[in-house]
């Protein structure tokens, strides 16, 4: 049994440790990263670092190595992969899940501005602040170049690359933040507008908290459409039941994702 998994996201990696903790004797598992982040945290298991060319590579990739799982865990903006998955997996006659976490939700106190695409969040700013809190990560910054008239507070992983706002101050983190550094980020930098994608899970979700308490507006970009008709989980535990219940005339042993051995 082979089980090919898609991106180097936190419920990726969490995958990653149930499945090697929980499979049975002989089977082999790979997690495929899309090479974006440099230093990427890795899963355990084997790993593959960068593309497949497009859906028809990842057909072959799934055919020569003998998959007979692929699991899409990949980031919800990561939408290309997603729909080259699905061909891939249809191709290859490949059973294939797609592991999405919850979008985020806005509660009582919440200013949210829903936004369809970068450009359409950058629109919206100049009517909602002037020192702006960025957290879309490094690429689409193009989106926001000609904004000249606004100074951006920009946090990635790595360092992003032109073109950008000329009014731009790096800073370079990784989550999981708390809510005490959050408030504290917005407090120090006078930050009076926040932008996110709507990525969902709870890594970097304080920065909506902090707004909240302190009434910021949020300019929240949706997330981009997925293939229709793939089964999906909301988390790592829903993923392993579901290859159990998938591969159980396979005899796979029916341990407890939940309490690890050892």
């Known amino acids: 049994m082979h089980v090919l998994v898609l991106g180097g996201t936190t419920e990726a990696r969490r995958l990653a440790e149930l499945l090697v903790e929980v499979f049975p004797a002989g089977a082999r598992l790979t997690s495929s990263l899309a090479g974006r982040v440099a230093g990427p945290r890795l899963p355990p298991g084997e790993v593959r670092i960068g ?31 997603s729909f080259n998955a699905a061909a891939a ?9 797609a592991l999405r976490r919850p979008g985020w939700v806005p509660g009582a106190g919440d200013d949210w501005h829903p936004a ?10 100049p009517a909602l602040g002037r020192r702006v809190f ?7 910054l193009a989106a926001f170049a000609a904004l000249d008239e606004l100074w951006f507070l920009m946090r990635s992983v790595d360092a992003p690359e032109a073109p950008y706002p000329a009014r731009m101050e790096v800073l370079l983190d990784r989550g999981p933040f708390t809510l005490d550094g959050e408030r504290e980020l917005l407090r120090r930098h006078r930050i009076d507008v926040v932008v ?29 459409p997925v293939p229709p008709g793939i089964p999906v989980v909301d988390g790592p535990e829903g993923a392993v039941a579901w290859l159990r219940e998938h591969f159980f005339r396979q005899g796979w042993a029916t341990a407890d994702p939940a309490q690890p051995s050892g």
């Open 51 to 81: 593309g497949f060319g497009g859906a028809d590579g990842l057909a072959a990739w799934l055919r020569t190595h003998r998959v007979d799982a692929l699991i899409d865990a990949t980031h919800p903006f990561a939408g290309t992969i």
């Open 89 to 97: 997996a249809a191709g290859a006659h490949v059973p294939l899940l």
């Open 116 to 125: 369809g695409s970068l450009a359409e969040a950058a629109a919206a700013l």
């Open 134 to 140: 960025l957290t879309t990560g490094r690429m689409g």
């Open 196 to 224: 996110t994608k709507d990525s969902g899970g709870a890594a970097t979700a304080p920065k909506l908290a902090a707004a909240r308490e302190a009434r910021i507006p949020v300019v929240v970009v949706r997330r981009p």
